[in-house]
């Protein structure tokens, strides 16, 4: 499959020199994806082996093949990156609870049922799945600008078209544009840790993933909030109606805002790259790439099976949680569709707060499987809590509980990203997100029209137990996830030959590079 050569790399630069090295079991099994007998390091020189370099590492009786010390930049452009893309996630995100936290008031107002409105939320869990391959493949083969530039785009006209559907015989329309929105999200859900990766650097990357993350969760938390206070609960249909219309207005307007600025200031990638990781990344010739190989090698990756397993089952809970939120507020707290938002707010803020505090954690530690299952597990722990204080009728204790709640439950979800990037390197990080939230959507489809069905026969607790059992299940697996953290061993090896270059110990790369010169001596 041709590749674009602006993504993969300068090859322009690279010579194909240098005779074939093997390839050994223990560096194929740290980057199988780079498993051809030489790679090209682009502008840094002839063709190197990184194979045998790994090898090295295995065996410890072979330290001369050493992988090139590429040079790396930090730009501080990369936070414009980050956070204009946060901010169309933030868009985005916030369209898909608009209509879920004011339920009953959608309901009256279309003359549907509680199913309907639903499906108006489950409408950007089910579109995920079946586009994501397409959309992964174009991320490969485009870029990220041009994945979230249509991302953007379909997000500005989804907007659009709800304005024309405040009408209570427009659902169609709504449901239709609502579509559209569910579309962007495709585009723009997977791409913070493929956004982490191309810009910023090893120390900063975790952190990053978050902050593209905390895009969704802010939007997520707007929605909570937002529209309870711009559509009342009236009883006037034309004045609901009118508040409605208000706030499609709104979305609308800020979609086109954002798009705009996403045409005109987004960029593809710096010009050099932030990490040894990410340049190694970027030498893999067009020719030795494949797509279809990738998901392939993803898919028999069995650390990452059960990630994607774990992940969907958390992140499932979660949207199930907010998209039933209201009618389990409503259920035990009737006419309290304000706080319900208020509580969904406070569930996204303390996520919020989690999902920065993870990330810097990570940076610091690397403690990737550790901190994840910590996470997970304190997210049944949540759950539990939570589903046994619902009805006891004290708002201010459920306010704490939901709070206690969303703070693991959403700080998990950029541990998920970045662990799976760790799992998986040197493979796209949109790839293996993507995979992540397709896990994501099915589950969460599944446990909603579940859970909604429970919630009407037997209640909500049994509805939340219902989440719990779950939980339990996937704090299980994750503790059966084997910590293969590939991204760091490829950074560590670059880092220990450039070491070994300043003290005078590097005999590999002048060595392939040059092979009739012979090593230099010890210092």
Not at 131 to 136: D, E, K, N, Q, R
Not at 401 to 406: E, F, Q, R
Request: glycine fraction near 8%; charged fraction near 15%.
């Amino acid at each position: 499959m041709p590749q674009n050569k602006k993504l993969k790399g300068n090859h322009e630069n690279s010579e194909p020199g240098g005779e074939g090295w093997p390839w050994s079991k223990a560096a194929q099994n740290l980057a199988p994806s780079l498993a051809s007998p030489q790679w090209s390091p682009g502008p840094l020189g002839r063709a190197i082996s990184i194979g045998s370099r790994l090898d090295a590492e295995a065996s410890q009786s072979d330290r001369s093949e050493l992988v090139p010390n590429a040079k790396t930049k930090l730009y501080h452009r990369r936070w414009i990156m980050l956070f204009l893309f946060s901010a169309v996630s933030a868009s985005n995100s916030f369209m898909w609870l608009q209509y879920g936290i004011i339920s009953n008031i959608f309901m009256r107002f279309y003359d549907i049922d509680s199913l309907a409105i639903d499906w108006l939320s489950m409408i950007y869990l089910l579109t995920y799945v079946p586009l994501i391959l397409p959309v992964l493949w174009l991320l490969d083969n485009r870029g990220i600008r041009d994945v979230v530039l249509v991302g953007a785009a379909f997000n500005c006209i989804g907007a659009w078209i709800k304005i024309g559907s405040a009408d209570p015989n427009m659902f169609p329309v709504t449901f239709f544009g609502q579509f559209v929105c569910s579309v962007a999200t495709v585009f723009v859900l997977g791409i913070p840790s493929y956004l982490a990766s191309v810009w910023f650097g090893e120390k900063e990357v975790s952190t990053a993933c978050s902050i593209g993350v905390l895009g969704n969760q802010l939007g997520i938390a707007i929605g909570f909030l937002v529209p309870p206070i711009l559509v009342p609960n009236v009883e006037d249909i034309d004045e609901l109606a009118h508040h409605i219309q208000v706030m499609f207005y709104i979305t609308a307007g800020v979609a086109t805002l954002l798009f705009i600025l996403v045409v005109f200031v987004f960029q593809e990638r710096p010009e050099l790259p932030p990490t040894q990781a990410q340049a190694t990344a970027r030498s893999i010739p067009p020719e030795q790439y494949s797509y279809t190989a990738s998901i392939l090698r993803l898919l028999r990756n069995r650390a990452f099976i059960l990630l994607i397993i774990t992940y969907g089952l958390n992140v499932g809970c979660f949207y199930a949680v907010g998209t039933l939120l209201n009618r389990m507020i409503i259920e035990h707290y009737p006419g309290e569709e304000v706080n319900a938002g208020r509580i969904g707010l406070t569930i996204v803020i303390a996520g919020m707060v989690g999902s920065l505090i993870c990330g810097i954690w990570l940076d610091k530690t690397k403690t990737y499987k550790q901190t994840t299952l910590a996470v997970y597990f304190m997210s049944l722990v949540g759950m539990i809590v939570y589903a046994a204080t619902l009805s006891l009728g004290y708002l201010w204790v459920v306010f704490i509980t939901a709070g206690a709640l969303g703070f693991f439950m959403t700080g998990y979800l950029p541990l998920g990203f970045e662990f799976a990037v760790e799992l998986t390197y040197p493979e796209s990080e949109g790839t293996s997100s993507g995979l992540l939230n397709c896990s994501a959507q099915v589950f969460g489809i599944i446990f909603t029209i579940c859970q909604g069905k429970i919630i009407d026969r037997f209640g909500t607790l049994a509805g939340n137990i219902f989440l719990c059992v779950f939980l339990l299940i996937g704090t299980i697996m994750t503790g059966l996830i084997k910590s293969d953290l590939r991204r760091q061993k490829a950074n560590q090896l670059v880092e220990e030959a450039a070491a070994r270059r300043k003290l005078g110990e590097d005999y590999g790369a002048t060595a392939l590079i040059c092979k009739a010169q012979t090593p230099p001596s010890q210092a």
